[in-house]
DNA sequence: ACGCTAGAATAGTCAGAGAAAGTCAAAAGA
DNA sequence: TCTTTTGACTTTCTCTGACTATTCTAGCGT
């Protein structure tokens, strides 16, 4: 049995489909739901994290609003704007090894991770006409991309995935 | 009279019957066969290991579940093989994270590749449908896989992407 | 008109209760 | 001896409610 949070997570998940960003009234989507308000903050909070690939923005008082933006780009970072700006919203297998070639070079991913990129990107991976594969190609190589950077900005280690 | 653990993996086993997978809940089950919930826990660890072609997805708190997978048919098949069918034709984002997660624990893949792995197959990263979201996280997943076996095997550094 | 203020309408934070599941070592049994 | 079973303790996840913070608006005094 889902637990509350679930749904609530999956009932905003299908309001932004396709979209990059829904706006909400919280205590109208707790009022739906039947909990508490702050409980829309729990969900926010563990599932619209930025480690997710989510920002929230949001405004008290009235005629106040919740907005849930999902990231396609993360504000620092030179290289991996230029990088991003170079994949677009698509991009053929050749260029992509290109990219994933430099970083390489760069030393900002070791060869193995290089080589599960490739495999990520390849031709064999989207299953889908030629054009649509470009754009879907550039989408997993932007997010694969912004998650090298994240952790060479932060030189962190995770424990969770 | 067979052992309670024999018993409750007969259980198991039945429930799961035809299915690739069965969810239950740990309480529950110690409370049907009257023993302590960490019972529950040695008959998973001692029956539905990963050796024995199985793996076990879980979460704690409020609606928190067990979820045995059954991997396999044959009990010979190497984990990748295991793994690819788990993935199969299509595959929702937190079982692919579980798998993930599962390579981690194996010490297969370090955490950035992990990381990586996880941006490969979020949300974000396949703007589809979801239907065909899931569809194609099995595609990426499956040659990630692979690659990642490929380096298990041979044990070998390429040097060429 | 203009600025101020009080109150209404929102949203945020945090700590705590409760509900699972996990761990581990010691006791019991085969 | 090796496996099974248990129970005390830990960790994780969910949900709520009391309290706080912010923003808007209407009304008031000048």
Redesign the pocket.
């Known amino acids: 049995m889902a ?4 749904t609530i997570e999956k009932f905003i998940k299908d309001l932004m489909e396709e979209g990059t960003q829904v706006e909400l ?3 109208e989507l707790a009022q739906h739901f039947g ?8 969900v926010l909070a ?1 599932r619209f994290s930025v480690d997710h690939g989510y920002v ?1 923005e ?9 907005r849930i933006v999902r990231m396609h780009e993360s504000p620092e970072g030179n290289l991996l704007s230029m990088l991003l700006q170079r994949v677009g919203t698509e991009i053929d297998e050749d260029s992509a090894v290109a990219i994933i070639k430099h970083l390489l070079d760069c030393k900002l991913v070791t060869t193995n991770e290089a080589l599960l990129m490739r495999s990520a990107v390849a031709q064999n991976a989207l299953a889908l006409p030629i054009s649509a594969k470009n754009v879907l190609r550039a989408a997993v190589l932007r997010n694969m991309l912004q998650q090298v950077f994240r952790n060479v900005e932060r030189g962190e280690k995770h424990d969770h995935v």
Not at 3 to 6: C, F, V
Not at 35 to 42: D, E, F, G, H, R
Not at 58 to 66: A, F, I, L, Q
């Open positions: 637990q509350l949070s679930d009234r919280r205590n909990c508490a308000p702050s409980q829309i903050n729990y563990t929230i949001s405004r008290r008082g009235g005629g106040g609003y919740v």
